[in-house]
């Protein structure tokens, strides 16, 4: 067996992203869901291709559910996306308010996975808190879902708080397991909740009294 060295092989390498890319247009949405998991496998090789990142972004409104959540995963995988990672959010950001159930879920997952970070970022917590309302069970589940991932609790992440501890009433049990995860995962991480006249009030352990 030989092994390709040096340019030729980038080359190979560069022809192999391209090809893979160009499945993200397959009329098969399975072929479509493998492309974008391939993609996000190969991490900075992908990356060096112009063209992954654009068409990762256009998948973000793919029809197939699964085929967008493999998108958004791929994009945070990659590293040096700029602009385009930033239009991905934007994007999944402005499905968190769609018409369709499958697509505000999808959106709610994919907030993590896109920026690590989000929780710093009061008005993306804002807008997933306000799903945390939302009249399908399953949208409410994955956004409590998504402050379980939270690594690093900041000011920002105490505005769902309120919004988590009514999701512990809520009717439907899925919903109230996720949040009651969510809270936990929050409280390990530093953060206290405290009770002063009839108001919740969340701390980290390293705030001032």
Not at 30 to 46: D, F, I, K, P
Not at 154 to 169: D, E, K, Q
Request: glycine share 8%; proline share 3%; net charge positive.
């Amino acid at each position: 067996m030989t092994f390709q060295t040096g340019s030729k092989a980038d080359t190979i390498h560069d022809d192999i992203v391209s090809c893979i890319r160009n499945l993200l247009e397959d009329t098969e949405f399975s072929v479509r869901y493998c492309a974008a998991e391939a993609l996000g496998a190969l991490g900075t090789s992908a990356a060096r291709n112009s063209r992954v990142g654009p068409s990762l972004v256009r998948c973000l409104d793919d029809p197939a559910e699964n085929v967008r959540y493999a998108a958004g995963n791929a994009i945070g995988k990659l590293p040096n996306l700029g602009v385009h990672r930033t239009k991905a959010l934007g994007k999944v950001l402005n499905n968190l308010r769609s018409s369709d159930p499958e697509t505000r879920k999808t959106a709610c997952n994919l907030v993590g996975a896109i920026d690590t970070e989000w929780s710093r970022n009061g008005s993306i917590v804002r807008q997933v808190r306000k799903r945390l309302r939302d009249p399908d069970w399953d949208v409410r589940e994955h956004a409590a879902k998504a402050f379980i991932s939270n690594k690093k609790v900041s000011a920002c992440s105490r505005t769902a708080i309120v919004g988590l501890l009514h999701c512990l009433t809520d009717r439907e049990f899925e919903v109230r397991e996720a949040s009651a995860e969510a809270l936990g995962a929050m409280m390990r991480s530093g953060l206290r909740l405290f009770h002063v006249g009839g108001v919740t009030i969340a701390k980290q352990l390293s705030d001032p009294i």
